[in-house]
C-alpha cells in the first residue's frame, strides 16, 4: 500500500513538474508575461563577438538576464543569441559572403545585431592613406587641429562604404521579414515581435574611444606571441601622445556620427537603430588597444541592452514585467 502511495505521489510530481515546464515553454518569448521574457537574436560582426582571449559580446549577452528599469518598470530580458562573427572581419566581406543570411532565415529573429566596421577603418593600408602630417595645413591653423593629421576627405569616403554596407544589410533584413510575415502571424510563441514591426530591427553600436599607447601591459600572454595587441599605434607612433589620443577620438567620433545619421535618415529611421558606446570604459577593462577585457565586454553588453529595451520601449510600448524566475544564467 505505501509503495503505491509512493509511486502516485512521484508520478503525481512528474506530470506537474512536465505541466509546468510546458507552461513555460509556451511564454518563452512573450514579452510581457511577467515571467521568462526571451528575445532571439542573430548577430554578425568582427572579434568583439568572436575574440578568444576573453568573453566577448555574444558570451556576455548570451549568458545572463538583463534587468533594466524604466518608467518605474523593471525589464528583465533573456537573450537566445547565434552568432555569424569572426575575428577579423570587414564588414565588406560580412556582405557579400552574407553567411548571417542563413541564420536569419533559419531562426527568424526578434531581433539583428550588428557589430562590425572597426576592421574597416583600422587596416594597416587604410590608416596610412588617412593619417599623416600635412604640413600645408598646420601652417594656415594651429598645429595641434585635427586637420594636422587626418585627411578627412579619405576618411569620410571609407566611412561611406561601411554605411552603403550597412544599408544591404538592413535592406536584407526587411526582405527576409516580407517573405516571412505569415509565419510570424502565425507563430503564437513570438508575441515578442510587435505586429508594427515592417522589418527585422538592426541595431548597430559605433566603438569606444580605442585605448592608443605604447604599452598595452593587460594584453593576453598568448595574444602577444601569435597575433598582436596594436592596430592603430604602429601608424601614430610619430605623434605626441595627445595627439595620438586626438586622432583615436575622432575616428570613433566620425564612425559613431555616420551611424546616427543612418539611424535618423528618413529611408532608415525605423529599420537601423543606432547605440552609442562611448565612453563605456575606463582604461584598466581593455585586454589591448581595441579589445576590452570580460569586464570591458560585461559593460558594453549592459549598455547594449538597456538601449535595445529602451528602444522598443519607446518605439512599440514594451511591458517586460518583473520575473523571479531564475536558470543558470547570473
Not at 176 to 191: G, P, R
Request: glycine share 4%.
Amino acid at each position: 500500500m505505501k509503495g503505491k502511495i509512493k509511486l502516485t505521489a512521484f508520478l503525481s510530481f512528474i506530470i506537474l513538474v512536465l505541466v509546468f515546464n510546458c507552461a513555460s515553454a509556451s511564454k518563452q518569448g512573450n514579452i510581457g508575461n511577467g515571467e521568462k521574457n526571451t528575445v532571439s537574436v542573430v548577430m554578425e560582426g568582427d572579434s568583439w563577438l568572436d575574440y578568444p582571449f576573453a568573453k566577448d559580446l555574444h558570451d556576455t549577452i548570451k549568458e545572463k538576464y538583463f534587468k533594466t528599469e524604466i518608467d518605474n518598470k523593471q525589464y528583465i530580458v533573456d537573450y537566445n543569441v547565434v552568432s555569424a562573427g569572426h575575428a577579423g572581419d570587414e564588414l565588406l566581406k560580412m556582405v557579400i559572403e552574407f553567411e548571417f543570411i542563413k541564420l536569419v532565415n533559419k531562426k527568424i529573429p526578434d531581433l539583428f545585431l550588428l557589430s562590425g566596421g572597426g576592421n574597416d577603418l583600422l587596416n594597416k593600408a587604410v590608416l596610412s592613406s588617412i593619417i599623416k602630417t600635412n604640413t600645408n595645413i598646420c601652417e594656415q591653423k594651429d598645429k595641434t587641429h585635427i586637420d594636422c593629421f587626418v585627411n578627412q576627405k579619405k576618411l569620410e569616403r571609407r566611412i561611406e562604404i561601411i554605411i552603403a554596407g550597412i544599408k544591404i544589410i538592413a535592406n536584407e533584413l526587411q526582405d527576409i521579414f516580407e517573405e516571412n510575415k505569415a509565419k510570424f502571424e502565425q507563430d503564437s510563441t513570438k508575441l515578442s515581435i510587435p505586429r508594427e514591426f515592417k522589418t527585422i530591427p538592426l541595431f548597430v553600436h559605433g566603438y569606444d574611444y580605442i585605448n592608443v599607447k605604447k604599452e598595452q601591459e593587460n594584453c593576453p600572454f598568448l595574444q602577444r606571441i601569435f597575433f598582436r595587441c596594436q592596430w592603430l599605434y604602429p601608424v601614430v607612433k610619430d605623434f605626441d601622445p595627445e595627439i595620438q589620443r586626438k586622432i583615436a577620438k575622432h575616428l570613433i567620433d566620425e564612425f559613431n556620427k555616420a551611424l546616427k545619421k543612418l539611424s535618423e535618415d528618413q529611408a532608415f529611421k525605423d529599420k537601423v537603430f543606432y547605440i552609442d558606446l562611448r565612453e563605456t570604459l575606463g582604461n584598466e577593462i581593455w585586454s589591448d588597444e581595441i579589445h576590452p577585457s570580460t569586464k570591458g565586454f560585461q559593460a558594453l553588453s549592459n549598455k547594449i541592452n538597456a538601449n535595445v529595451i529602451e528602444t522598443l520601449h519607446k518605439k512599440w510600448e514594451f511591458n517586460i514585467k518583473t520575473s523571479s524566475q531564475k536558470t543558470g544564467k547570473k
